[in-house]
């Protein structure tokens, strides 16, 4: 299968140039979608409509697939209809049952999937540095109910990959990382998508990489990545032969075109966010707002997440960002320990709590005009 030719630095920028001229004068979100030029979809469109194949495994998927496994140097890699249904076919697929041990400071899917699979998750608290779940904090939750391990890298920052695979194998857990900001993030050498027994990403239109809607699961072992190809199609093996319970989280070739249009542009992509991202972190004061601890190998640029020194200083930044029509957004807010539908128990976690009520992200995407970046900067440490 042919590997989309890459589009140059040049080629991106005449055509977001030209994208950018319909919508100047609106104010700037949080995110933007990368959206690829309409004729790279239609002529997509076109093959689609000449098969009349719009789903169930298509070419389209298929090529999807061999070209993500390409790209980023995957051995097995399970495109599903998004994110969330990624994690609920992972946690099934390995069999987890009784008390997960997660995160409390991610997107409530990340919970939300633990309880919908009828688990219990006991919410372990994060560090204060990297935001990522405290693997010194791990143990001690751990007791004869427990079976998994669920944990996010938070904005792509890579959680204790070798700790948490210690103490998991010591205590013959499951591990399920939720790498759905981690698009970009290589780490030890590789993808950080081939941590953990299995790992899910999300292909959501805000994602580094989007598909509209979409998601994947990826693994190392080829047993278990088959069971997740029936678990995503109701457990079809042929039309007639059902081989266990599944559920539909098919990805259909329209969600798959997309996906292959965006790959072309993907390094730019990659690339103009990390730009912005760099320029922000030169701009920022960090006498005036921390930001995240990665490895200094590790470049995450999915989001650009601000802490300021209390919830007070929080509201006023957002607020005077608000009023110069910057969008921003409280990532993540509430604390996940907090829903009483997602825990019964009156947990407190200090380092989350704190963090969660002072984490503000700020605009970040490929396109976002420089100006904008040098503007915000200013405000925020202006401000903070
Ligand atoms: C950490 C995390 N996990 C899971 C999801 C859910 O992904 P999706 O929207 O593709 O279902 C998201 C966000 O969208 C997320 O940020």
Same mark, same amino acid.
């Given at each position: ?74 051995? #097995? ?12 076919? +992972? ?39 990297? !935001? ?20 996010? #890298? ?24 939720? +790498? ?53 199609? !109701? ?19 329209? #969600? ?20 912005r991202k760099h320029l922000y972190l030169q701009l920022l004061d960090t006498s005036k707002v921390t930001l995240q ?11 650009m997440p601000v802490l300021l ?8 930044v957002?607020?005077?960002l +608000? ?37 503000l992200c700020l605009?970040l ?8 970046i040098e503007k915000i900067s200013k405000l925020v440490n202006h401000n903070a």
């Open positions: 299968m042919k590997l989309i030719t890459q589009v140059t630095l040049a080629d991106f920028s005449q055509y977001i140039t030209m994208t950018k001229e319909v919508d100047k004068q609106k104010s700037i979100p949080v995110t933007r979608p990368f959206l690829p030029p309409i004729e790279d979809y239609q002529e997509y469109l076109q093959q689609i409509w000449d098969r009349a194949w719009l789903t169930n495994n298509g070419p389209v998927l298929l090529q999807l697939e061999a070209e993500l496994k390409t790209y980023l140097k995957l051995q #097995h890699l399970a495109v599903v209809s998004n994110g969330t249904v990624a994690i609920q076919i +992972a946690i099934r697929a390995l069999n987890i049952r009784g008390k997960v041990i997660t995160t409390p400071f991610t997107y409530i899917a990340t919970s939300s999937s633990i309880v919908w699979e009828h688990c219990q998750p006991v919410f372990c608290d994060i560090c204060a540095d990297d !935001f990522n779940i405290d693997p010194d904090k791990i143990e001690d939750l751990i007791d004869a109910d427990t079976t998994a391990i669920i944990a996010t #890298h938070v904005f792509g920052a890579p959680c204790a990959v070798d700790r948490i695979h210690e103490i998991a194998s010591r205590y013959d857990l499951k591990v399920i990382y939720d +790498a759905a900001h981690a698009f970009d993030v290589t780490y030890g050498g590789k993808s950080l998508l081939g941590y953990g027994d299995l790992s899910t990403i999300s292909f959501h239109a805000t994602k580094t990489f989007n598909t509209v809607e979409g998601g994947a699961v990826i693994g190392n072992n080829p047993e278990l990545m088959e069971q997740l190809r029936y678990l995503r199609n !109701f457990g079809h093996h042929g039309p007639y032969v059902f081989e266990r319970v599944g559920i539909n989280g098919k990805m259909s070739e329209l #969600h798959a075109a997309m996906g292959l249009c965006n790959l072309k542009y993907i390094d730019t992509v990659i690339d103009e966010r990390k730009r601890r990665v490895p200094q190998e590790v470049e995450n640029s999915t989001y020194k209390d919830e007070k200083t929080l509201k006023e957002e607020h005077i +608000a009023n110069n029509h910057y969008g921003t957004r409280r990532y993540f807010y509430p604390p996940l320990h907090q829903l009483p539908f997602l825990t019964d128990e009156k947990t407190q976690l200090s380092v989350t709590e704190d963090i969660s009520s002072r984490i605009p995407y490929s396109d976002l005009e420089i100006d904008h």
